[in-house]
Each structure stands twice: as C-alpha cells, then as structure tokens.
C-alpha cells in the first residue's frame, strides 16, 4: 500500500485512553444509599458553619392554633437538638422556622419545613417529629382540583378512607407509610418508593378507579419480592390488569337545544322601576298602587272561580257522538256474550230432559220418588189463647 491510500484510511478512536480503573467504585457500593449526618462522627461544613440564613413559613388553620400552642414546646426541643430555630406566630397565623450559626446539617432545614407543614395539615406532632429521620420523608397530595363536581369528589374521597378506615389501614400496610386524608390534600409520610405507591393509588382513586384493585397489585407485590428467584423477572404475568369497560350512560330526556350563533350578547333583564316606568305604577301614589294590586287579585280570584264551575259542570254535559258509539259497541258484545251463554244452557237442559225420560221407562212401578206422602212436613202447632 502507498502512503496516500495510508493516510486516507480513517483511524480508530481509544475512547477508553484516558479512563482509568475506580478501584473504590464497584457493583456493591449503593449509590441511592441516604447517608446520615453525624457530627459527632466528623461531618462538618467547609466553611464549618453556614453563610446565609435560610428560612421557610407556612400558614396553619384557626382550628389549629389551640393544639399547636400546646405542643410547640415539644417542637422547639426537637429542632434545637438540630440548631434550628423555630417562631409561632398567632396574630399571622403562621410557623417559621431558620438556621442559626451552629446549624451544620445543611439538609435539615428542609426536614424542618416538612414538618411545619404536616402539622399545619393536622397531623399528630409526635408522628411529624418522625419526619426529621434521614430515612423518612413526606409528601403532601393536593387532590382538590382532580375532581370538579363536589359531590363527586366526597364519594371518591370517602372511597380512599373506606369503611370506618379499612381502605386506608390496608393501604398503609401495603406501602407502608402513614397516610392522613384532611380536606382537599392527603398527607403521606414514609420511604421514597411508598410515597411513590401511596400517590399513584391516591391520584387513581381520583380518577374513578377503586383503591380495592390497587391494593390486591400490592399484596402480589409483596409476595413476589419474597422469592429471591423472581426478583430480577418481569412481574406483569403475575400483576392483574384491570381494563375499564365501556358502559353508555344514560342519555337526557329532555336535550337542551343550541340556537344559531350571534356574536351579540342578550338583551339586559329589566329592573323594577323599568316595569314601574313601563306600565305608569312609577308615577301612582301609594294609595292608588295598592288599589290597582287589590283590583288585580279579585280579577284573578273570579277567573279561578269561572274555572271550577267549569269543571264542575263538565259532569253535567250529555255524552258526544263519539262516546254514545263507544256505548253501542259494548252493549252489543255484552248481548253476543249473553247469547252465546243462553245456547249452552239450552243444550245443558236437554240433555238433562233425556236423562230423566229414560230413568221414568225403566221405573213405573216406584212412584215414591214423586208421590207427597207428608213425612218430611212438620205440623205446626197453633197456640190456643187462654
């Protein structure tokens, strides 16, 4: 080969020239692994404290103010043992809390606005306190805007609770969180991947479909991740897949019917001293006014009077020719009727007539059965007068 055909031949690339071996980096390290904070251990800041303030507050209900006031001393000896400082205001209504100079976790105050929050939600304070843990974390669903008809919204909402809790007991089992339902949010407390569950079974109940199903896919879930042989394989043929079935909804009796479109807007509703101005009451006295309204309620009184005397003499009117037909067609089945069941006493009688022929012919000589003898008369005794 020459050094033309040489240098046109393309060279390969050594990605792997400046890639050295991480002898402190392999597959058993966790790199999702939360480490804790511990001071005491060496962890510190560069600087070895922080450089800004940093501070969040939340509002919190009136109905909340009395337990708040009560356990706020719990809450502050919590956080100071952070070096987080921490303010209730009633006036605002308000809870704010902020580092100080010897804060030096950096994370925890972001634990500590999550905390503010769970109590402004009415959760207990003993269990938000649990939400300063490195291993525990919190999330606050907002599900009032999911649905728009109210009514809708508390059947679903009281589905996701379920009867006397039972729903919502199985469902922290499952996932195993501490899950809160107030109003128009739920609050869930736990680790990242039962939050996660906690959220899909909560936004799909929302969504009109019924927390049972969901919880039955947790329960296969949790019985798959037993078996060390299946925890690499694909679960879907184990999973039940729920499809929704189409059912046609009742169609309105009375549809509303559009009219042609004009870009004009309606014409303004009169007000009462337009009608006033309209009929001349405006310009009557007081006087004359409640003169022409008594005028008006007897007019209407001796029209609803006409009427019922109307109604009463309807009674009273002969029939027309139309209901006098009717009349004449019924009576003339009823006599076909009539007929038809004087034939068959006829035939019924004769037959009867023949029977009693024979019976006489073969019986002259007893005529007892036709000769009165008197036995079964009984005498009647005349009272003679004393």
Aim: proline content about 4%; aromatic content about 6%; charged content about 35%.
């Amino acid at each position: 080969m020459s050094d033309d055909e040489q240098d046109t031949q393309p060279q390969k690339k050594n990605h792997n020239k400046h890639r050295r071996d991480k002898p402190w980096d392999n597959d058993s390290i966790n790199h999702w692994e939360i480490k804790s904070w511990k001071a005491e251990e060496g962890d510190a800041l560069p600087g070895g404290s922080l450089l800004e303030e940093s501070s969040f507050a939340t509002l919190f209900p009136k109905y909340r103010e009395k337990y708040l006031r009560e356990v706020w001393p719990i809450v502050t000896r919590a956080l100071d043992k952070y070096s987080i400082k921490c303010e209730l205001n009633l006036v605002e209504g308000s809870m704010t809390v902020f580092t100080s100079k010897k804060t030096s976790d950096p994370y925890i105050i972001l634990k500590a606005r999550d905390l503010i929050k769970l109590l402004a939600r009415s959760i207990p304070c003993q269990q938000a306190l649990k939400v300063l843990n490195d291993d525990s974390h919190s999330e606050i669903i907002k599900i009032g805007g999911l649905v728009r008809n109210k009514e809708r919204f508390v059947k679903r909402r009281q589905r996701l609770i379920g009867p006397d809790g039972a729903t919502l007991k199985a469902l922290e089992l499952l996932t195993e969180c501490y899950i809160l339902v107030q109003g128009n949010t739920v609050a869930v407390m736990g680790s990242v991947k039962g939050i996660k569950r906690a959220r899909e079974v909560v936004i799909d109940c929302m969504n009109n479909i019924h927390p049972v199903y969901n919880i039955k896919r947790l329960m296969i879930m949790k019985e798959l991740a037993k078996d060390p042989k299946l925890a690499t394989e694909d679960w879907s043929r184990f999973l039940p897949s729920f499809k929704k079935k189409n059912v046609q909804r009742k169609k309105p009796k009375n549809k509303r019917i559009k009219g042609s479109y004009t870009p004009f807007p309606p014409a303004q509703m009169q007000s009462k001293v337009d009608q006033q101005l309209d009929s001349g009451e405006y310009f009557l006295s007081e006087r004359q006014r409640k003169a022409r309204k008594l005028e008006e309620k007897q007019q209407e009184s001796i029209k609803r009077s006409i009427e019922k005397r109307m109604d009463k003499e309807k009674d009273f009117e002969a029939p027309t020719s139309k209901s006098s037909l009717k009349v004449s067609t019924s009576s003339k089945s009823q006599s076909e009727s009539t007929n038809l069941d004087i034939d068959k006493l006829k035939e019924k009688f004769s037959a009867a007539g023949s029977k009693r022929k024979t019976s006489s012919s073969g019986n002259t000589n007893d005529m007892s059965d036709f000769v009165d003898t008197g036995k079964g008369k009984k005498k009647k005794k005349k009272r003679t007068k004393e």
